[in-house]
């Protein structure tokens, strides 16, 4: 009897080294924004750990290796960024710099498509503060 395996999206779009590109060119934009930049601490930024975490996070989700959850838990994403003032300006610049990571790699149409999907559906789920007055 043969087991059906099912090709992940991690697989399909060339597993780490893509997310990996995708998520570096990400943060370099990142690190440039003032919107964004005092939302994250300059000691993750500096020693790469904030790209290493979204890196296994999204790993994970697309299929791929479950080291993200071994290490941190489950995401709880709402939770881990309740702290900071998630206004839809900083989710456009959010998706602004996600979407150069996904351009540099050129992903095929449907696949680029499924994922910029999941991410803009990301990016609006953690939209929690208002713009200011």
Request: aromatic share 12%; hydrophobic share 40%.
């Amino acid at each position: 009897m043969t087991q059906a395996t099912e090709t992940t999206l991690y697989e399909l779009i060339g597993g780490m080294p893509t997310i990996e590109r995708i998520v570096h060119r990400f943060y370099q934009g990142v690190v440039t924004d003032e919107v964004l930049k005092p939302m994250y601490n300059p000691d993750y930024l500096a020693d790469g750990s904030a790209e290493k975490r979204l890196t296994l996070f999204l790993a994970q989700y697309w299929g791929g290796p479950t080291i993200y959850s071994e290490a941190r838990g489950h995401p709880r994403l709402r939770m881990r960024h309740a702290p900071y003032a998630i206004t839809p300006t900083a989710r456009e610049r959010w998706l602004k710099h996600f979407r150069v990571g996904l351009d540099e790699v050129a992903l095929a149409p449907e696949l680029d498509a499924q994922f910029w999907g999941y991410v803009q559906h990301a990016a609006e789920f953690l939209v929690n503060t208002d713009e200011p007055a």
